[in-house]
């Protein structure tokens, strides 16, 4: 069982940057594809961006450039970085750890508010 935990989120204005951050426990996280997830409220959960194992990374299409996903392994950490952040980027966003082999694990979430 792998636990994650995201932080960083938070209440920003519209032009404004947040790093989130997702710690995950145990041993394995190097083996671990990484990816963030948002989610407004009633509405279906979004892929926003994943990085592998050997750090190559993707994007959603519509964040235009302005998100980027960085791992630390030695930390357990995978980031998000986010500029120029619009109304629109506002939901709870997810940490998704997926394992080479079975079903993936999901943090709680951390609730990013752009204000415009």
């Known amino acids: 069982q792998v636990q994650l935990v995201e932080s960083g989120g938070g209440l920003v204005q519209a032009g404004d940057s947040l790093r989130l951050s997702c710690v995950a426990s145990?041993?394995?996280?190097?083996?671990?594809?990484m990816a963030w997830f948002r989610q407004a409220p009633g509405k279906e959960r979004e892929f926003v961006a994943q990085i592998s194992v050997g750090g190559s990374a993707n994007y959603a299409d519509s964040l235009e450039g302005r998100f980027s996903i960085s791992r630390d392994n030695s930390r357990n950490t995978v980031y998000l970085q986010m500029n120029s952040l619009k109304s629109e980027d506002t939901d709870v966003y997810y940490c998704?750890?997926?394992?080479?082999?079975?079903?993936?694990?999901w943090g709680q979430g951390t609730q990013v508010t752009v204000s415009s």
């Open positions: 145990g041993r394995s996280f190097s083996k671990y594809t």
């Open positions: 998704k750890a997926d394992p080479p082999v079975g079903a993936g694990y």
